[in-house]
């Protein structure tokens, strides 16, 4: 019903398919007989600016009829008197009052008349005038050179129509052998030029286009068929115009198969009227079809053509006479829309049956190849007999029926992969969603035991500094700072767990399995390091703007590797995909460790085991809350660049000799001094350590314990 309604739309749809067509072939640039004269930027330098003179024109139409043109046609109108007219100049009122009436009168009637002149040019010649079809309502039309003959009904409904013209002077209209309208088709859209009408109406009579008198009369024809259907809907089928039958849509317009536009399609006006070389003009412009018209940029007559090219509008009729001279045209038969109705019904209902009773794929597949074939079909119409049909509207409609049979039988599947999207689309990577939606029974309650890598970081110092950020303000910190740093979370794979007010919990190696999760949430904390001081360095907080400035924001990671389990954890109501076990309890007591050393990130020795290539240096063995051994963690310093790095070598070195001294309770100046100034130069998040955590080594030595540990 859509396709039969044929909105407008719909039928821009269309047309942008058949510009396409011209845009992949062309037609090409035949040696016909016609040519061009243009009123080019190089004549207007040599003879003046337009209008010209009428006696120039008159000798522009005595040059033509003399180096034999057969139809001289002038794409453009002459409504006024030539004010440029010597006859005209000498009655101007100020010219009158200085030299006198009388003496004004005398001149007058001894001074040529270029009027006079351009229509004795014209007459017995064989000239074609233009006019114009405007809006308007009034009585002027056109003088009709043109017999019509019918082979229908008559054709005037289905004309295009004009209510008032911009005419010639009648002197002119006299004279000339053919007038026909210029006006391009009012069925054109968005300012692209796709066709011409052959035949205008004003209710009353019917007139002929610039094109139908030109091809009239340089073949000495007094008249022109019309072609019509006999029964409504009342349509030109047709115009035969002398020995040449032109193929017209409904309304009787020709379409046009553009060529290239190229500099050998015109002559200056300039060089017609001035160059000696009359034989090289000869051989242009013998028994050729001339039209008269403009490319300077400044007479505003410039068009688009379905090529995508800018051209003067008198090309446009150009090219429209040199396809009906070398047959190469375009239509769209009358057969075309029912054809496209009934391939699209056929394509449609198969496409339906296919994809009701076949896989997804299989009916992919199969109406991929329909739509081939209706492409193929298409274009084999166009680059062989010029015919227009369009394949894109049956293809869309088969492809609407695919999507809507397919999306009704697994809309329970769909259901599915939207409860899995919703769940896990804020909390785990998207590379991982498409691995967790082909497997959504997954998301049953319980889970798997697996080695886990378990993150945690906390913002420090939050609640002083939330007590000097009023709750809106704490809520946007909040925002910022977690959205960045969750991003880098889930950059190196890790799924959420939980936001525990300024903390966040995430975990690495489910739902999807990794072998290196250990190494991805080592490269996410490092990932955090830099992100957290873009944000501070960038004032994203701004609380560097704030009358009473806050600190820079820190942060403690802690992470460790071990045994959990993993799943879907609550009720049949409610539950959460989440890990429990263990290592998380460790995991999150690393975490607290990171403040008293006066670190960012510390792991447990499981996490080096795992991730041996980045840069780590030893914190000891130190308790934990909750735990009854104690536990070696290390400080994450860096990636393996940074392992590999002389100053992270050297830092090593001088780091194990403090830590020996820490162990033996004894004071090591020397590999403090060198380690601060290490950390002041290329490890500033070790700043603290070295000045406070240290401290907290020792003095977490010194607490009983069950058997002496090395460090």
């Given amino acids: 019903m859509l396709r039969i309604a044929d909105p407008y739309e719909l039928r821009l749809a269309r047309e942008l398919v058949f510009d396409e067509y011209q845009r992949l072939l062309p037609r090409p640039n035949r040696k016909v007989p016609v040519q061009i004269v243009d009123i080019d930027e190089a004549s207007l330098a040599k003879i003046g600016q337009w209008p010209w003179p009428r006696s120039e024109l008159a000798r522009l139409v005595e040059r033509l009829h003399d180096l034999g043109a057969s139809a001289i046609a002038f794409d453009m109108v002459f409504p006024e008197a030539d004010r440029l007219s010597p006859s005209r100049l000498v009655q101007e009122s100020d010219l009158k009052v200085a030299i006198g009436a009388d003496l004004a009168e005398r001149i007058a009637s001894r001074v040529p008349d270029y009027d006079q002149l351009f229509a004795a040019a014209v007459a017995g010649k064989p000239v074609v005038l233009g006019f114009a ?18 082979t229908g009904e008559d054709p005037r409904p289905a004309l295009p129509s004009f209510t008032s013209g911009t005419l010639n002077l009648r002197e002119f209209d006299g004279v000339a052998r053919g007038i026909g309208a210029i006006t391009l088709s009012p069925l054109d859209t968005q300012g692209v030029v796709r066709r011409i009408p052959l035949l205008w109406t004003d209710g009353r009579r019917i007139y002929p286009s610039l094109v139908v008198e030109v091809l009239r009369v340089m073949q000495g024809e007094t008249s022109v ?27 009787g317009e020709l379409r046009i198969r553009f060529g290239h536009d190229t500099p050998a399609r015109r002559i200056s006006a300039e060089a017609l009227l001035y160059r000696a070389d009359s034989d090289g003009l000869r051989e242009l412009i013998a028994g050729h079809a001339v039209l008269i018209g403009t490319s300077a940029v400044g007479l505003y007559d410039y068009r688009v053509t379905p090529l995508g ?38 394509l449609g209902a198969a496409t339906t049956i296919v994809a009701a009773t076949c896989s997804p794929g299989t009916a992919l597949a199969y109406g991929g190849t329909l739509a081939a074939v209706t492409f193929l079909g298409a274009w084999i119409a166009f680059s062989q007999g010029g015919i227009l049909l369009d394949p894109t509207y049956p293809c869309a409609a088969g492809l609407f029926l695919y999507v809507a049979m397919i999306s009704f039988r697994y809309f329970v599947s769909d259901r599915d992969r939207r409860f899995v999207r919703q769940a896990f689309a804020r909390y785990v990577a998207p590379s991982y969603l498409e691995h967790i939606e082909k497997d959504p029974a997954s998301l049953r309650l319980g889970g798997d035991e697996r080695e886990m890598t378990i993150l ?13 950020l009023s709750p809106t303000e704490v809520v946007e910190f909040l925002n910022v700072l977690l959205g960045h740093l969750s991003r880098d979370v889930l950059t190196e794979g890790g799924t959420i767990d939980k936001y525990i007010g300024d903390s966040i919990m995430a975990f690495w190696n489910a739902p999807i399995q990794v072998p290196d999760h250990a190494a991805r949430a080592c490269r996410a904390a490092l990932r955090i390091r830099n992100t957290l001081h873009e944000l501070n360095e960038s004032d994203a907080f701004r609380f560097r703007q704030r009358t009473n400035p806050l600190p820079d924001v820190a942060i403690g990671i802690g992470i460790n590797t071990g045994p959990a389990l993993v799943g879907n954890m609550g009720s049949d109501v409610r539950f959460n995909y989440s890990v429990v076990g263990d290592t998380v309890n460790v995991a999150s007591r690393v975490e607290g460790q990171a403040k008293p050393l ?55 070195h001088h780091h194990a000799e403090l830590l020996a001294s820490v162990e033996k309770s004894v004071a090591n100046a020397a590999a403090l001094s060198a380690c601060n100034a290490l950390a002041d130069r290329c490890f500033p998040w070790l700043y603290g350590f070295y000045r406070g955590g240290v401290r907290h080594i020792a003095v977490d030595r010194a607490k009983p314990r069950l058997a002496r540990e090395p460090l």
């Fill in 598 to 652: 006066c670190v960012d990130i510390v792991v447990a020795d499981t996490v080096k085991a795992s991730a041996h290539e980045f840069a780590y240096l030893k914190a000891g063995r130190l308790a934990l809350r909750g735990k009854s051994h104690k536990v070696k963690l290390f400080i994450l310093a860096g990636d393996g660049g940074t392992a590999s790095s002389p100053e992270y070598i050297e830092l090593k």
């Fill in 309 to 346: 090219e800018t051209v003067p509008g008198v090309t446009v009729h150009a090219q429209a006479l040199e396809q009906i001279l070398a047959g190469d045209h375009l239509r769209r038969p009358d057969w075309g829309d029912p054809l496209e109705w009934a391939w699209m019904l056929l």
């Fill in 456 to 468: 945690f970081l906390d913002i420090r110092d939050f609640t002083s500094l939330s007590e000097r």
């Fill in 133 to 150: 079809a405007i809006p308007g309502s009034d009585e002027r039309r056109p003088a009709i050179k043109t017999g019509l003959a019918f």
């Fill in 225 to 251: 068929l019309v072609h019509s259907r006999d029964t409504a809907p009342f349509a030109v089928t047709g115009v035969r115009v002398g020995r040449f039958d032109l193929p017209t849509t409904s309304a």
